[in-house]
């Protein structure tokens, strides 16, 4: 049965707006997991323009499920996974003027520091995924520096509005799952997923994760987290 994670980065985005306390990522995630989330998702960026390290701290004590840690691959954000040891490093691109993460990482062309800050994270336990575009290319690098898992970035196909070209994308990602399941990679999938698009993934065999965030805290907004988070999970395990 796959799993959910939510993404809790637009709580804190919310709360970064007025520089305060209120509303609190931690408190959101205890309800997201009460609700059935399987796993939290936090992306501790560089300027830290939304999750603190406050908010880390915290939630590596009380997160119950897994905790799973997006980060670019800097020496900074290498030693504070080592210090935090989340359940799962997420190796993702990042941007400064982005207003979100836009594409998959490059493993291809990063190959060298991808192997050395995986093989550091393996040695003290903490596994290791990239989120990567439904690209041959990249899985095969992603197999090659030592990752044990794949996000499949899922962006271009939820961002089309043609159904042709939304169909064209989306077996370009089956086939992207295919490759990393042949290559022994354990697979995730997200960015752009909302309770529309998701529905052709439960027909896909392989996927472990589904990482949702802006999605579900927009309708939470409307129907409280709690119902958003459960409404979710009903969906990709295929109960409706």
């Known amino acids: ?16 707006a007025r520089r305060g306390k209120e509303p609190d990522p931690v408190a959101a995630a205890a309800l997201a997991e009460l609700a059935g989330a399987d796993g939290i998702i936090v992306h501790l960026r560089e300027d830290r323009r939304h999750i603190q390290d406050r908010d880390l701290e915290i939630l590596r004590k009380t997160v119950k499920t897994r905790l799973n840690l997006e ?3 800097t020496e900074e954000m290498i030693r504070i996974a080592l210090r935090i040891k989340p359940d799962l490093v997420t190796f993702v691109p990042e941007k400064r003027q982005e207003l979100t993460t836009e594409g998959g990482l490059d493993a291809s ?4 520091g991808l192997r050395q800050n995986i093989a550091r994270l393996k040695k003290e336990g903490v596994p ?3 989120f990567v575009d439904a690209d041959p290319v990249q899985i095969r690098a992603s ?11 899922t962006g271009k196909y939820a961002d089309e509005h043609d159904e042709e ?3 064209r994308e989306f077996q370009r990602i089956v086939r992207a799952i295919r490759q ?7 697979v995730n999938i997200g960015h752009g997923l909302n309770y529309q698009n998701v529905l052709p993934f439960r027909e896909v065999s392989g996927i472990e994760d589904y990482s949702i965030g802006h999605s579900i805290m927009s309708r939470a907004v409307l129907v409280g987290l709690d119902r958003a988070v459960r409404e979710m999970k ?6 409706s």
């Open 1 to 16: 049965m796959p799993r959910l994670s939510v993404n809790i980065d637009h709580v804190a985005t919310l709360r970064q």
């Open 71 to 73: 980060m670019a691959n």
């Open 109 to 112: 062309g990063n190959r060298a």
């Open 128 to 130: 290791s995924s990239l």
């Open 143 to 153: 197999r090659a520096v030592g990752a044990g898992y794949v996000e499949i970035h």
């Open 165 to 167: 070209k939304r169909n």
């Open 180 to 186: 990393a399941l042949g290559l022994k990679l354990r």
């Open 234 to 239: 009903v969906l990709i395990q295929g109960r």
